[in-house]
């Protein structure tokens, strides 16, 4: 598989956040991950990293044998590609926790404005978030918070002026604000919580959770394996 490397200098990264968050809080959408974010104890971003050769491999294919976990719901199952490469803790906690079966007849935690959906961890451990700079929370993205629960990624529901100002982006960071603008996700969440997961298919599973207001969504069971 080939990847699409994006060489950042140190000092663009900032202003990388300055520049997405500012677009995004120009939307009353900012109030969904905002109220999450508040009941999360949600720490601040981390712009110390060096970003030179970053990869956004969530934009490509993933490779035959890659890891996966299909999370069977009462709307549907939701497949994922694992990321244990990027963040090896946090998928060695998610698979941990899932054979366990602590997962099976969990609801779906919600959120207002339909941007995430989320499901509580059990356990009382903290977990210190594996930043890979080659991972975003574009929509689809499953990340892990310090707390250890699961966020999916929908979409912050950007408005077309705010997607078109991303997509003016002429700076080396362009393909991510392109990617947040085509793709979706919420910017916000950018190096702050780990990414660990990507969903590559039942996308609009995810959507319909996030949508369901007060129709209960259960897990059912998380089964893993590897890409055919």
């Known amino acids: 598989m080939q990847t699409k490397t994006i060489r ?50 969530q934009l490509e294919a993933p490779a035959a044998g890659a890891e996966t976990a299909v999370i069977s719901t009462t709307a549907g199952d939701i497949t994922l590609v694992l990321y244990p490469d990027e963040a090896p803790e946090a998928v060695k906690r998610f698979k941990s926790e ?10 779906a935690g919600l959120y ?3 941007s ?3 499901l509580d961890s059990p356990s009382e451990e903290t977990y210190t978030p594996e930043l890979s700079i080659n991972l975003w929370p ?11 629960d699961i966020v999916f990624v929908n979409d912050a529901g950007l408005s077309e002026s705010d ?6 982006d002429e ?14 996700g919420i910017p916000n969440y950018s190096r702050v919580y780990a990414v660990f997961a990507q969903v590559i298919d039942g996308v609009d599973v995810v959507e319909n959770i996030c949508k369901s ?15 055919e």
Do not use: H
């Open 163 to 168: 997607k078109e100002y991303l997509r003016s």
């Open 138 to 148: 574009f929509k689809g993205a499953v990340c892990m918070t310090e707390k250890g």
């Open 8 to 57: 950042v200098r140190k000092s663009t990264v900032f202003l990388l956040v300055i520049f997405i968050l500012g677009a995004v809080m120009v939307t009353s959408v900012v109030k969904s991950y905002t109220k999450y974010s508040e009941e999360q104890d949600m720490p601040a971003a981390d712009t110390s990293a060096d970003y030179s050769g970053m990869e956004l491999i």
């Open 112 to 114: 207002d404005l339909k």
């Open 116 to 118: 995430v959906f989320t």
């Open 213 to 227: 207001g007060d129709t209960v969504v259960t897990i059912e069971n998380i089964t893993f394996g590897t890409l």
């Open 98 to 107: 899932a054979e366990s079966g602590v997962y099976d007849g969990m609801t």
């Open 171 to 184: 700076s080396e960071l362009k393909e991510v604000s392109k990617a947040f603008a085509d793709i979706g």
